[in-house]
């Protein structure tokens, strides 16, 4: 009954967020000029942007190989890679819940620990977090007149703290003296019996961090992630020119890659399915800021960005979840009966 009543708040506060973040988006909307701008776009430009985005999920599989590599050193591409566009075909659906498919698929494909796979794609989230908080950081340095301007009324310095302090806490959260030191003053004093099926639970869910011990992947860990990024901005950059503007106003793969940041961190702080809502709103208004263009053609860019790339994930993602044949979904008891029986065994 909990669970149940649980789940309606996490949908309810999904849709609000939804439905407020497209209502900004289509605020003051001229929808006869949105409709003219999408029927005269130059859709060739999205053809081109297809393949990339394809292609960056799979350097994703590509360095989720290199994570896995210190305990799974044999693991097969095709599975992950297969897992990946797997679990953004659910992201597309439901909110975060391909994070918790795509290793369940992985794990059943290579006959492996769920939490060890689950850990990994923790630690792959904390390196997307870092890598973003990166990227912000060179991208204000470098260029913090436009950064402000594509964020009009926000306190920049701020997002950056408050970045550093997230990015503290995260790294923190692993590091196995301070989890351990926090559950013995805050846990086990309560109960032995728990304190100590955590200890064994982190034990299980350290093993997907095993890269961490290999520092000769480190280069590698850190290339693969630049590119993940840079293919990522790519279809954003070349989807410019699919529009009028871009044959009046310069138009760069740095313009691209702060439309990715901006879009990131917005996705990351309010996740929603494939990020509708969040991105057309994020996408919209940094393109007003940044070239100063009418919100039509903003909303229009940011419409056909976001429509491409749900395209690919539920597309070929829903071709790979044919090939998993995946037709029950695991849950977080699912994930906390595993760890529990592997912390018994």
């Given at each position: 009954?909990?669970?149940?009543?649980?789940?309606?708040?996490?949908?309810?506060?999904?849709?609000?967020?939804?439905?407020?973040?497209l209502?900004?988006?289509?605020?003051?909307?001229?929808?006869?000029?949105?409709?003219?701008?999408?029927?005269?776009?130059?859709?060739?430009?999205v053809?081109?942007?297809?393949?990339?985005i394809?292609?960056?999920?799979?350097?994703?599989a590509?360095?989720?190989?290199?994570?896995?590599?210190?305990?799974?050193?044999d693991?097969n591409?095709?599975?992950?890679?297969?897992?990946?566009?797997?679990?953004?075909?659910f992201?597309?659906l439901?909110?975060?819940?391909?994070?918790?498919?795509?290793p369940?698929?992985?794990?059943?494909?290579e006959?492996?620990?769920?939490?060890s796979?689950f850990?990994?794609?923790?630690?792959?989230?904390?390196?997307?977090?870092?890598t973003?908080?990166?990227?912000?950081a060179?991208?204000?340095?470098?260029a913090?007149?436009k950064v402000?301007?594509?964020?009009?009324?926000i306190?920049t310095?701020?997002?950056?703290?408050?970045?550093?302090?997230?990015?503290a806490v995260?790294?923190?959260s692993?590091?196995p003296?301070?989890?351990y030191?926090?559950?013995?003053?805050?846990?086990?004093?309560?109960?032995?019996?728990l304190?100590?099926r955590?200890?064994?639970?982190y034990?299980?869910?350290?093993?997907g961090?095993?890269?961490?011990?290999?520092?000769?992947?480190?280069?590698?860990?850190?290339t693969?992630?630049l590119?993940?990024?840079?293919?990522y901005?790519?279809?954003?950059?070349?989807?410019?020119?699919?529009?009028?503007f871009s044959n009046?106003?310069?138009?760069?793969?740095?313009?691209?890659?702060?439309l990715?940041?901006?879009?990131?961190?917005?996705?990351?702080?309010?996740?929603?399915?494939?990020?509708?809502?969040?991105m057309h709103?994020?996408?919209?208004?940094?393109?007003?800021?940044?070239y100063?263009?009418?919100?039509?053609?903003?909303?229009?860019y940011?419409?056909?960005?976001?429509a491409?790339?749900?395209?690919v994930?539920?597309?070929?993602?829903?071709?790979?979840?044919l090939?998993?044949?995946?037709?029950?979904?695991p849950?977080?008891?699912?994930?906390?009966?595993?760890?529990?029986?592997?912390?018994?065994?």
């Amino acid at each position: 009954m909990k669970s149940k009543i649980k789940n309606i708040i996490t949908w309810a506060i999904t849709v609000l967020i939804i439905v407020v973040s497209l209502w900004f988006a289509i605020k003051n909307i001229n929808y006869s000029n949105l409709y003219s701008i999408l029927l005269s776009a130059d859709y060739k430009w999205v053809l081109f942007s297809i393949p990339i985005i394809l292609f960056s999920h799979f350097i994703r599989a590509f360095r989720w190989k290199t994570i896995v590599k210190p305990f799974l050193p044999d693991a097969n591409l095709l599975n992950l890679f297969s897992s990946v566009m797997v679990g953004y075909f659910f992201n597309s659906l439901f909110p975060r819940l391909g994070e918790l498919v795509r290793p369940y698929v992985f794990a059943q494909r290579e006959k492996t620990s769920v939490s060890s796979v689950f850990a990994t794609i923790v630690f792959e989230r904390v390196l997307d977090v870092i890598t973003l908080g990166f990227l912000f950081a060179i991208a204000f340095f470098v260029a913090r007149d436009k950064v402000i301007t594509m964020l009009p009324g926000i306190d920049t310095n701020k997002i950056i703290g408050f970045s550093a302090l997230v990015m503290a806490v995260i790294i923190l959260s692993f590091y196995p003296p301070f989890v351990y030191t926090t559950l013995k003053y805050t846990i086990k004093p309560i109960s032995e019996k728990l304190y100590h099926r955590l200890i064994d639970i982190y034990k299980k869910f350290l093993q997907g961090f095993a890269i961490l011990k290999s520092p000769s992947l480190y280069f590698r860990l850190i290339t693969e992630s630049l590119l993940i990024w840079f293919l990522y901005s790519l279809p954003l950059y070349l989807m410019f020119f699919c529009f009028d503007f871009s044959n009046t106003i310069h138009v760069s793969l740095g313009d691209a890659l702060f439309l990715l940041i901006v879009s990131g961190i917005g996705v990351t702080i309010a996740p929603t399915p494939s990020g509708i809502g969040v991105m057309h709103t994020l996408l919209t208004y940094a393109m007003i800021g940044l070239y100063g263009i009418d919100k039509e053609t903003a909303l229009a860019y940011a419409t056909i960005n976001h429509a491409t790339t749900l395209f690919v994930q539920l597309f070929f993602g829903g071709i790979f979840t044919l090939r998993e044949k995946v037709n029950k979904l695991p849950g977080k008891d699912f994930f906390i009966g595993k760890l529990e029986n592997q912390s018994n065994s």
